[in-house]
T-cell receptor, first 111, second 116 residues
């Protein structure tokens, strides 16, 4: 089973920041937090990951709490094309690991 | 930008037939994976593959399934005798460690398998 808890759905207005929360209270010290998204029936798309520091790339920012028990994915200026299911995943630090996808958060970006 | 490709995009087969789903991972990646997603359900891990052998497999990946990297570019999933419940979207993924603890996976567009 997934080791994360996410709200099933969220709405966001186009152009606004979308803040997607994730709880991972049982995360181990060497596990990373990864975020992926799946647009309609396409293959999941990697967004960002982090261990304990906040991270930012061209797609999003990731804020991890100091105790690492929760995190927030931030899409700074959501567009209609960001409507997707967003998955928060914790993973061990080994290659070839199985990525366990939960139900994720279905984000609806509205005009 | 490099991407994972999969063929065919849609495969229809009869129950009991063998199917081979093909994937071309990103060229410098070292780890390869298959996942599946039954319509309306979660994405499920099937198997991971590294250094020409299976690293990990799920309970779904039983004796009916096999994987192979027949050459330096292709990665295949074979289902020996398909069942109706094998109907799903099958995703291939690949990854390369960009640091000791970083293994983001890049997914292909999927093959929709329909078993009739």
């Amino acid at each position: 089973d997934a080791k994360t808890t996410q709200p099933p759905s969220m709405d966001c207005a186009e152009g606004r920041a979308a803040n997607l929360p994730c709880n991972h209270s049982t995360i181990s010290g060497n596990e990373y937090v990864y975020w992926y998204r799946q647009i309609h029936s396409q293959g999941p798309q990697y967004i960002i990951h982090g261990l304990k520091n906040n991270e930012t790339n061209e797609m999003a920012s990731l804020i991890i709490t100091e105790d690492r028990k929760s995190s927030t994915l931030i899409l700074p200026h959501a567009t209609l094309r960001d409507t997707a299911v967003y998955y928060c995943i914790v993973s061990p630090n080994t290659g070839g690991f199985k990525t366990i996808f939960g139900a994720g958060t279905r984000l609806f970006v509205k005009a | 930008e490099p991407e994972v490709t999969q063929t065919p995009s849609h495969q229809v087969t009869q129950m009991g037939q063998e199917v081979i789903l093909r994937c071309v991972p990103i060229s410098n990646h070292l780890y390869f994976y298959w996942y599946r997603q039954i319509l309306g359900q979660k994405v499920e891990f099937l198997v991971s593959f590294y250094n020409n052998e299976i690293s990990e497999k799920s309970e779904i990946f039983d004796d009916q399934f096999s994987v192979e990297r027949p050459d330096g570019s292709n990665f295949t999933l074979k289902i020996r005798s398909t069942k109706l419940e094998d109907s799903a979207m099958y995703f291939c993924a690949s990854s390369e460690p960009t640091s000791p603890y970083s293994y983001e996976q890049y997914f292909g567009p999927g093959t929709r398998l329909t078993v009739t």
